[in-house]
């Protein structure tokens, strides 16, 4: 099948790569000349150009949008006038589903469809065997799927149907990572404000054969231990990117109680700081009624 | 009536003048020589000798121990040998309930009468009129109720019955203090990084008047602000003395779920560190599946 | 100063009366002709026609809005063709902060004044004294003060100044009342699941005589268990009308770790459910890896 | 090498004839005749007295303890008196790692060595290949090593050294497997409560292809869908065996913040009740203070 592959970041070019390994033709574009260069040395078609690249693609088109989740809208809006009824317009970022949904309502008044994808695996996942969660319009995935089964890792694609739901999925997905993360991680402090003294490299490889918390993180975390034994060349600092702030505040549209996603964000936003302004007034606080000593700046 | 009071620090010489001021009898005992010095100027008797304390009321003896929760078993130690039958111990501290239980069932086997009493309202409190919370015999009760009446807040005073469960009552109303003061503090910090400029100090000031958060933890808020209006000069370090601790781990043998005041004491501990290894761990897996940059050290 | 008071109520009946207690006039509107009829009754002129309320009153009108937070908008749709340049309106109830900042900026291009007022002390504070927390412009709060101070309790009023300030401030007002509501639940949970057999009633009294933790929301408690003293006849199921919810997700915007506060939310949520997927998730888990029982429907 | 094997319960038989397909030779103990019996019939020797089992032993014993944690001093007492110097008694069950360290303290007296294991991987890992965390002698390990070499999976045990070290591992362990659980459990509910119509099976079986949450936790989420697609049989009451707890507990005592872990086990507790006090004391204050009707019962 012939792609349009529209973003050459790390993500883009590697699922690149991936389509191009696996028989498809890619024609792709990227502002930045020297993605598109790396991807046509690797046999895809090329332009910094996207109107150039929308063109040049014969109707109905397969357009992939692989691009951070701010400029999805720029990207559609400034191929919209150019797309014809039948095209399948793909968005793999990640996005909000509630845009997605918007979206979709927007090309839809065009005869475009419009398949929201939500990818996980990482830039390893996206160049030799991705996991895709994919909403959208049936007869349009009737078409795709080959590009998805190709691109995945075996079973590693699942279509559930409508609109939004790809990216919905997605978004849940890492709201379980935030959690599983910070189960791992709080498991590893205890280790380490513990009486014992452990090799945590040998500790999440033994967790990982065998136990039942073996998982990919715990390899990832293995992997980790092995480059740094005790993480002391870095802070700990947990930035986060959107999803899992979005599947909290998903959840509290739907009234779930979802106590161990929100913690785990709640920690990371704890992490950005050095003080709190919550501690200052308890500190201050303990001090009015007992006396208790505050430690001044 | 005639108290045997043990102990003369922050709290102990507030409630020896309180008792004085109240018409009662003070014998008081201290290691240091100027705290009982300056008990006995305000008309108390005076001791640096627990034994010669003991020894010197008559018996059936009202002693009110006032000292540090892992003393307390060092001072009944040493007493217990010079008790008599009918005399009645008030512990009047922080101790674990379960300690209290213990030591009452020891002091009962001579004879005595253990009073366990939660203390609350500060060093204010002591001085001018306490809340306290009271666990012990009835016969026992029956004799000292005078003193508590007399140095507590109007209806300030609480005879629960069982062994215990006067120290039982006070660690869940810390437990409850520390879900409270987590709350106004988190509020202030929401206030805080708004794009609002609050002064908080008014701000305080109009919660305590009319509103459904108007408290005495609330009032102390106001006057913390009235000092320094944006807490500049603190840090934001939330130490614990055990109380807040106590009741989690209740609640967890309870199969109580607090999530509130678990969560307020968590906070406490994460305030104690500049970084985390959960934070670490968090971290560095973010890089090993994103790519997501770390911060080093 | 003469009040076009809009919305009849629980509370805006009861500010009507407040009002006019204080020499205010008040000229009243509400759908409801039973509303307008006991308002008019204690002193105001009343009416079931919007229009003829705001084309009675003389420039520049005092309007205060006093209605359910999603009829708002439909309310000061119908009146602003009517308005006039230098009109105050005055919404009180428990609006977005959000909107109320779109609200201002709406009316600021018919050159009227909007103020956003939370109101804070139930319906009692409403009647008797209540307890405000407002924003808006300085030249409207000039002329609108002291229908403020004259129906707030002593000190009871704050004029925070930017338009949403006050209901921002009512807002987390409100998100620290989720927190403190579910620490003194939580304390009382762990008492009656204690050893001990505590008179409800009799431990809020002495809670609320000299201890760190006296607060309204404690006496409301002692209420509370004198009519009911194990609230025996009530379901524990915490409906919540959107500030707490509102307070997380401002929280979870500005990046704010406030897990008091976001928990006593999520336990709302719980308590409406009587059972959980999330339950039947780690059931069925335990059941997979462990061959531990479920419990069948 | 000969191994005496006492308790042939569930985990027990699995490990005898994981042992004896190992080439080890087995002896077993269990009050239950039917269960020695099993294990006589698959090559074992077997007896219902636990003196007869040890005396029958040539020193230094290997004797390896898989009973109920709350039986473990039991059986050590009746077995103390009848071990020598040198002999080797392995505890692998799910001990607290305090209580090890003190069983590790009492037989060291006798010149006996203890070794606390914990195991991972359920019935099916003890049958087919476990995961091991050891704690206690070296000496001791250097003789046992093989057995536990050959009855894990491949790198499926680690040798962590300290008494207790082993034990500590496994609570630690368990502490994140409750946060993953959860973790996936709230993950799961928000698909649930969504207006997305999934197929669970689905979408755990694409999160086990290639997703960062693929995990042998998510494996058998895909298992418990497969047989229940929307676990309508079960109900979500989560029970728990202790080494949560423990894991909180002991996060408590080393002051170390593990919200997630200590949320997933309060959501255990909350699972375990139809309705909360805590509920019912904020219920009652909404009326109080805002005249919101409570649910009657």
Partial sequence: MKVGLIGLGKMGLNLGKNLLD???????????????????EYGADGTTSLTELVQSLETPRVLWIMV???????????????LAKGDIVIEAGNSHYK???????????????????????GMAGARNGACYMIGGDQAAWDVVEPIFRDTAVENGYFYAGAAGSGHFLKMVHNGIEYGMMAAIGEGFEVLEKSEFDYDYEK???????????????????????SKDANLDEIKGIMHSSGEGKWTVETALDLQAATPVIAMSLLMRYRSLENDTFTGKVVAALRNEFGGHAVEKK
Same sequence: chains 1, 2, 3, 4.
């Fill in 22 to 40: 696996n028989k498809h033709q890619v024609s792709a574009f990227d502002l930045n000349p020297a993605a598109v260069s790396e991807m046509k």
């Fill in 68 to 82: 951070p989740h701010n400029v999805v809208d720029s990207v559609i809006g400034e191929m919209a006038p150019l």
């Fill in 99 to 121: 845009e997605s949904i918007r979206r979709y309502n927007e090309l839809q008044e065009f005869g475009v469809h419009f398949m929201d994808v939500g990818t996980s695996g």
């Fill in 203 to 225: 500790v999440a490889k033994v967790w990982n054969n065998g136990s039942v918390i073996r998982s990919w993180l715990m390899e990832l975390t293995e992997n980790a231990f």
